[in-house]
């Protein structure tokens, strides 16, 4: 049974959407607020949410779990409240204290989400690392927070956290997942088996120690240009977040059809999105399955037998979801159909978003009818690619795009985008319900003020702003906020006329070219990779005369290009530099560059042989591209490129 004055785990129905309120300096927006949906959460923790929903709803599906076979068996409120319990209660028995730090080192799987509910049920603070972090990534995190204990998936990365523990003087305990039988239903054997003998009360005694203002979680940067940071997340700035967000986007949580909302997780838990979501969706009780892989086959096998009905997803997955279809096309000999259809459904798309804003009649009778052909032909087989029963999803991470977003509107499943940082605990701005703006990310989650100060840099006040960055050295945390508690985020971004704000890049990636003209790279880069064959893209221009950019392709995408490639017998270092595919990019890169009327255009491109990964260090574990590291491996192809600019193509590094 839960303890007296326990937050309820059930957020209020969902309501008209209320616009922000807006302040307007020199006849333009520079803040933004919207008032919160449900009220602060004064005591306790997200440690008693399980136990909350035991008791109000004992047999409502939490989770989803697969068979060796791929089948998939539920696991009950009650059960996973049961499971939460044995789990603390041997963290306990190991000698952990209230205020020890865990470590979990594993790619999505239900283990994680127990042991993050566990940890928290035994007083503990949980520290998620990336599952592909390299040896050095990870002695910086496990010494900089302290952990006392860390689990880890399986053998490699037990290998990866042995071969630095000699250097970890304060971890104690490390368990490897894989290597723990878990029968159905049952609990993570050698984790809990020495606490089987205490009685539940010692649980009850460490949840009650908590509160709101205490720390839950230390979740690390992704260190794009140093070491990452530890931000500091309390439970009241996971309860302000998860609540509001709940409230909100209430056509996802909320059971509003014959079908009761599921999602699939394969956004890695490190992640804060991906956390968030995690977390979310117990509060909600909405059923929650884990796909640790990302291969494509085994994610779409995963989609398929899971059947959600929203998902949480960066738009790498949504334009790699587009290019596959198109790709799928071209090798029918239907790419001509397919990119017909798409421009219908942007057109759809489109015109929808318009009646929103009470702009337009929405789309007409010849829309509809072009839409409904389509329908069965490609809309259908886009969301079949995500399990069938898709109908929302909530995009973060980086910028969607409008061309993107709008062609998923039309091709029938909501994209709700929203842009946030570890610091603010996931999202500080989302595209509400029946009020999309395509192109932005939204207004202000509820109980969030935004501003954007002289300089265009964005700045977040609010309950789910952290408390501070960790300090080590000085065993504290250390607040990043002013004396008025906004946060500077480093993103660059501007309101529209009703509120809605559109991010433009890093206040760090600004370009300042030899004439002066300061330049947001990200917008280019964004509209460039929105192409089926651009898979990233890096725009330089720093101290030069010009812009230039670095692209390499997407597989998916050079469908075509394979045939060409087998026909010409080219190689795939000779096709970077094909005067037909370049025909293709330069189209692309005048498309992106017409984007942006009145902006620094890009005058020339590089097409690489390889792409960006995280191996190559070019790439967080969280898909954000490491712009230092690429101008640093790249800079000789860079000048080079320089050079050859006024000779004609470039050629590959």
Not at 179 to 186: D, L, N, P, Q
Not at 221 to 241: I, K, M
Not at 246 to 265: G, N, V
Not at 375 to 392: E, F, K, Q, S, T
Request: proline share 8%; aromatic share 6%.
């Amino acid at each position: 049974m839960p303890q007296p004055n326990t937050p309820t785990a059930t957020a209020p129905p969902g309501q008209a959407v209320v616009p922000p309120r807006l302040r307007v300096e020199h006849g333009r927006v520079v803040r933004a607020s919207v008032p919160p949906l449900v009220p602060p959460v004064e005591q306790g923790s997200f440690a008693d949410v399980p136990y909350v929903n035991a008791y109000e709803a004992p047999d409502d599906i939490a989770f989803s779990r697969r068979h060796g076979d791929g089948s998939w068996y539920d696991v009950t409120c009650a059960q996973f409240a049961t499971e939460v319990t044995a789990v603390a209660k041997g963290l306990i028995a190991h000698g952990l204290r209230p205020g020890d730090r865990l470590a979990i080192m594993s790619r999505p799987r239900y283990e994680w989400t127990l042991l993050d509910f566990a940890a928290w049920a035994a007083g503990l603070i949980t520290v998620p690392i990336y599952p592909g972090s390299s040896p050095q990534q990870v002695r910086w995190i496990l010494r900089d927070a302290g952990v006392r204990a860390c689990a880890v998936e399986g053998g490699e990365e037990a290998r990866t956290v042995t071969a630095v523990r000699h250097e970890l003087p304060t971890l104690d305990h490390l368990w490897q997942l894989t290597a723990i039988s878990v029968r159905e239903g049952g609990v993570l054997g050698p984790i809990s088996a020495p606490g089987r003998s205490l009685p539940e009360a010692v649980v009850a005694e460490r949840r009650a120690l908590l509160a709101p203002w205490l720390a839950a979680t230390i979740v690390y940067t992704s260190g794009t240009t140093g070491q990452p940071r530890g931000c500091v997340l309390t439970h009241g700035n996971l309860f302000a977040e998860v609540d509001n967000a709940i409230a909100l986007l209430y056509p996802i949580f909320r059971r509003l059809t014959d079908e009761p909302p599921a999602t699939l997780l394969f956004l890695p838990l490190a992640h804060v999105l991906g956390r968030l979501a995690a977390i979310g969706c117990v509060r909600a009780r909405v059923r929650l399955g884990h796909a640790p892989s990302t291969n494509t086959d085994d994610l779409l096998a995963d989609l398929a037998g899971f059947r959600p009905t929203f998902l949480f997803a960066i738009p790498h997955l949504l334009e790699k979801i587009f290019n596959s279809g198109r790709a799928r096309a071209e090798k029918l000999g239907r790419g001509a159909a397919f990119d017909r259809a798409a421009r219908i459904a942007r057109r759809y798309g489109a015109a929808a978003e318009a009646q929103q804003h009470g702009m337009a009649q929405g789309p007409g009778m010849g829309l509809r009818a072009a839409r409904s052909l389509y329908d069965p032909l490609v809309y259908r087989r886009i969301r079949a690619a995500l399990g069938g029963h898709v109908r929302h999803v909530v995009c973060g991470g980086s910028p969607l795009g409008r061309r993107l977003g709008a062609f998923f509107e039309g091709a029938g499943i909501s994209i709700y985008e929203g842009w946030g940082l570890t610091e603010t605990t996931a999202a500080a701005t989302v595209t509400p319900p029946n009020a999309q703006r395509l192109g932005t990310v939204g207004w202000p989650v509820p109980g969030t003020e935004v501003r954007v100060a002289r300089d265009g840099e964005v700045l977040v006040r609010g309950g789910q702003v952290f408390s501070g960055y960790w300090d080590a050295e000085r065993r504290e945390v250390v607040p990043a906020t002013d004396s008025e508690g906004w946060l500077a985020t480093g993103d660059l971004g501007s309101f529209d006329d009703e509120g809605y704000l559109t991010i433009t890049g890093r206040k760090k990636d600004l370009i300042i070219t030899a004439t002066g003209e300061t330049v947001a790279p990200a917008p280019l880069e964004d509209a460039l990779r929105a192409h089926p064959l651009v898979s990233q893209c890096v725009v330089v221009g720093d101290d030069r005369p010009h812009l230039v950019a670095l692209i390499t392709l997407d597989q998916d995408g050079l469908a075509h290009w394979q045939q060409v490639m087998e026909r010409r017998q080219l190689t795939a270092a000779e096709l970077v530099s094909d005067p037909e595919l370049r025909r293709h990019l330069r189209r692309a890169v005048d498309d992106a560059n017409a984007e942006s009327p009145g902006g620094v255009p890009i005058r020339d491109f590089l097409v690489l042989p390889r792409d960006f990964t995280i191996a190559s260090g070019h790439v967080t574990p969280s898909l954000k591209i490491r712009r230092e590291a690429i101008l640093r491996d790249f800079a000789g192809a860079i000048e080079r490129l320089y050079g050859d600019a006024a000779a004609g193509p470039s050629q590959p590094a």
